[in-house]
């Protein structure tokens, strides 16, 4: 599998990258991409939720109206939940949604997720480049030029590179990450993935061990 390798200004340079067909054509695995994906979301749940029940309510603990001739229904304390101000039934409490997914399944899961992409001719191959100086106008011509200024783009770096990171993070619909952080969740969401021409070896690599 080919692609052309483009520069910054979207123009083709004449050479090919070379794309393993173990990585970016294989029969996606939709149930493997529901897991990592699922996985993704739950760690990212910061689980800090709470709500008082009745016994951490502040209140009087006095019986608040006498037990018969009321013609009510009996009521011994201010904190029930029955009461405005009263505690939850069975709130919410702080937790932690992490869960483990097995390091074949998202291996898998990043192979699907890339050959659908592939499918979708959503990934283009980009020449190594660098910013001077953090600039967003010019990392927006950059992203106009290679067709991604109406869709939702996904660059991956060689490495991290905080020029252009910090270019990038005005526009809205725009990601930039360096290939060792990229994941199931981020691939999909993008319209347009652009893969800088070094980070191919690194990519596969990771996934063919």
């Not at 699907?112 to 927006?140: C, G, H, N, R, W």
Request: proline share 4%; charged share 30%.
């Amino acid at each position: 599998m080919e692609l052309p390798v483009l520069n910054k200004a979207g123009e083709d340079t004449g050479k090919k990258a070379k794309l393993n067909k173990d990585i970016f054509g294989i029969e996606p695995n939709d149930h493997a991409i529901y897991l990592d994906v699922k996985q993704f979301l739950a760690n990212n749940r910061q689980g800090t939720h709470s709500a008082k029940e009745r016994w951490a309510i502040t209140g009087s603990t006095k019986k608040i109206k006498r037990q018969k001739g009321t013609g009510t229904a009996r009521a011994g304390s201010i904190k029930s939940p029955l009461f405005r101000g009263g505690g939850r039934v069975f709130g919410p409490r702080p937790r932690s949604y992490n869960f483990k997914v097995n390091r074949k399944v998202k291996k898998l899961a990043r192979k699907s997720a890339l050959s659908y992409k592939m499918k979708d001719k959503a990934i283009q191959i980009v020449e190594k480049f660098d910013l001077e100086q953090p600039k967003t106008k010019q990392f927006a011509e950059i992203r106009n030029k290679l067709g991604a200024s109406d869709k939702k783009m996904l660059l991956v770096l060689q490495e991290p590179n905080k020029n252009i990171y910090l270019s990038s993070r005005n526009i809205p619909d725009v990601k930039v990450l360096p290939v060792n952080k990229l994941n199931t969740y981020e691939i999909l969401n993008a319209q347009a993935l652009i893969l800088f021409e070094g980070s191919i070896e690194i990519l596969e690599k990771h996934l063919s061990a």
